[in-house]
């Protein structure tokens, strides 16, 4: 229901509440669509940057899970002679 104080202003719209969970959940998702959408923008001006970027992330990710691949392995019990 609109207030008394804004219907004498001529505001006959709803208010937004900002204290309750939903209202700050609808805001923490505008801030993350509104990042999400300069990081494209700044993916498209700057390709290069963007693959050279994702090449090291990726080349990362590939040694971590080898080197915890290769840790978590049990030894093998064989032995090699030459």
Known sequence: MANVKNLRTG??????????????????????KSEAGAL?????DHPSATSTALLIFGAAAFVA????GSASSPQSTRRSYW
């Open 40 to 44: 494209a923008r700044s993916a498209q």
């Open 11 to 32: 505001f006959t719209g709803e208010l937004d509440e900002t204290g309750t969970v939903a209202a700050r959940t609808k805001q923490a998702a505008g801030y993350v």
């Open 65 to 68: 899970g080898y080197l915890i």
